[in-house]
């Protein structure tokens, strides 16, 4: 099995997958699409036969591409169960999913380059630099409480899951827009463990092949 | 095991899950959460206990609550496998899971409650239109290539699965925005289908105990 991952370094939907894979010990090979060069690489009609949606991440797999960070990873997991990066009973997983889709569905989708675009075009940079902080914030007051109830070492109980995948890739976001982690001091215990985490390490942004040399400094 | 919904009519991530809950057959309970009255029943404190995210849906289990609505439809899946509604290879899984977080994440979170005031607030009702319109259209645009490519009889081959239940739901929101299906044949054909099916009937926001008679009419 042949694996390919169109990947852009700064976007923290690839680096779900990119913790994902290394976490697993999968191999694959990073294709890079630059989500601001030429107004966005991704927009190509090239592109867009990979990704309908013009977006990162996108896995092609033999012949076949899925994109959809989570359905990347909960493919990942159906194919190579071990190291699991789910818990064990219905239940558990539920709770899994749920920090992911508040983050995959409740948060990165209100702060993406479409809508900040928007609202820098329409209010102007302060105004969308504003409104990224805000909806970030609102969405940690609620995770910081969840995590204080199910989080063990990480977040959810002492094992790594999908949740940290979705989690650490978040909080470098959160920090791009001035977000301090000041109030989450549960988010800021996990992201500081993960943070020596080699799969998460090598996953980093700024240990991309993409990744310009300046911002890697 | 005693489930209660908690749900609003209108809501599509509510549907979604009504809809999962129907075609499996499963006995629930709605506690009714009006997204509109008195500023917003989710909003509550009482009711943030339930859901961190202050959103609609939230399924509680015996003592325990899921929010978000993959994954408690995840979680119905697996505590009741039958009818199942996930294909069987993981990589057809993969494909449902991605039409699901196209819509989850790609779309409605664009046009949710909390978006749409803050456009109306700064730019007025008709600005808040057109951009509901146009998040929309944009899935539906890839959506609509998709099904091309894997639809059957309903989004992915003769079986229903997460992916109706999804795609339902956000085309009742996309004609209350108006937007129309000619451009979009196999979103329209598979509604067409579903439209009469019991489940999606019995979920639909009209039979709901919370739709006021007047919308009901």
Chains 1, 2 share one sequence.
């Not at 169109?6 to 680096?15: D, G, L, N, Q, V």
């Not at 009609?45 to 990162?56: F, G, H, R, S, W």
């Not at 977000?179 to 996990?190: A, G, N, S, W, Y």
Request: negative net charge; proline residues 5%.
């Amino acid at each position: 099995m042949q694996m390919t991952l169109y990947s852009y370094f700064r976007s923290s939907c690839s680096w779900r997958v990119r913790a994902a894979l290394s976490l697993k010990g999968l191999d694959y090979e990073i294709e890079a699409v630059n989500l601001i060069k030429d107004g966005g690489q991704q927009l190509s009609e090239d592109y867009k036969k990979i990704n309908l949606m013009a977006q990162v991440p996108a896995l092609k797999v033999d012949d076949t591409v899925i994109t959809q960070s989570l359905s990347i990873m909960e493919y990942l997991e159906e194919i190579c169960p071990e190291p699991s990066l789910l818990p064990k009973t219905a239940l558990e997983r539920a709770k899994v999913r749920e920090i992911c889709l508040i983050i995959g569905s409740g948060i990165q989708p209100l702060q993406n380059l479409s809508v900040l675009q928007y609202i820098a075009k329409n209010e102007g940079n302060e105004k969308k630099l504003e409104w990224a902080k805000h909806v970030i914030e609102k969405g940690f007051e609620a995770l910081e409480k969840l995590l204080v109830s199910c989080s063990g070492k990480y977040c959810f109980g002492d094992s790594i899951t999908f949740a940290d995948c979705f989690l650490v890739p978040q909080i470098y976001n959160a920090k791009r827009f001035g977000v301090t982690l000041d109030r989450f001091p549960t988010i800021e215990r996990i992201d500081a463990t993960l943070k020596d985490h080699q799969a998460f390490i090598a996953s980093h942004p700024s240990n991309q092949p993409d990744c310009p040399s300046d911002i890697k400094a």
